[in-house]
């Protein structure tokens, strides 16, 4: 069977945890993703656009924002400067918005004929799962389930990339066919 979709339109988002607790991997996430972007361009990918999703928590835990949401640009230097612009702080107990990002990510203006991925970049699992200090242990303050919302994104044909620095990380979201989980081990050595 055929994909539906143009190997050569592409549609590649970013959710990015901007919590205290990323302070030590930020610039290297932001480093990594614009190493990720100056790889697909020099492929000479010229139907690419990029998105970026930043989010820490809910009030009171954190008082900055819940998300930030840039949306798509085929303008490679804009998503840089967004990069630029992120920072670590804010955030409280363990969990974070995860689900409002992945809320956020859903409603960007996906072109329907593109490959459609997002890579969600975090150490903290959302709120909900009950197996942490939790400010919101009946889950995101705004309703977002976000096992519903991967579903959706899978239903959408949307590859959820799961990047976690640290162990145990958004696992749960791998019970929808179309995420992977990669584990990041850090060295300080």
Partial sequence: MASKHSSSILDL???????????SYIKSATDNIRSIVDEIVSKEMT????????????PPQ????????????DKVQEMKG???????????????????????????SWRSEATKICVL????????????????PD?????????KIAREMAEKNITLYVVGVEPPI????????STVFIFVVVSFA
């Avoid at 970049?121 to 919101?136: E, M, N, R, V």
Wanted: include cysteine; glycine fraction near 8%.
């Fill in 62 to 73: 954190d008082t900055t924002f819940i998300t930030r949401v840039h949306n798509f640009t």
């Fill in 13 to 23: 988002s970013f959710a990015m945890d901007c919590t205290g607790s990323m302070g």
């Fill in 139 to 147: 889950g995101c303050p705004l309703g977002h389930d976000p096992l």
């Fill in 170 to 177: 958004c696992k749960f979201l791998l019970q929808t066919s």
């Fill in 47 to 58: 139907n690419i656009r990029l998105a970026l999703v930043e989010y820490r928590d809910h």
């Fill in 121 to 136: 970049i975090s150490d903290a699992p959302p709120h909900g799962l009950k197996q942490c200090t939790d400010s919101f």
């Fill in 82 to 108: 967004w990069l630029e612009q992120c920072s670590a702080q804010g955030g409280g107990d363990e969990p974070e918005a995860v689900a409002d990002a992945l809320h956020d990510i859903l409603k960007l």
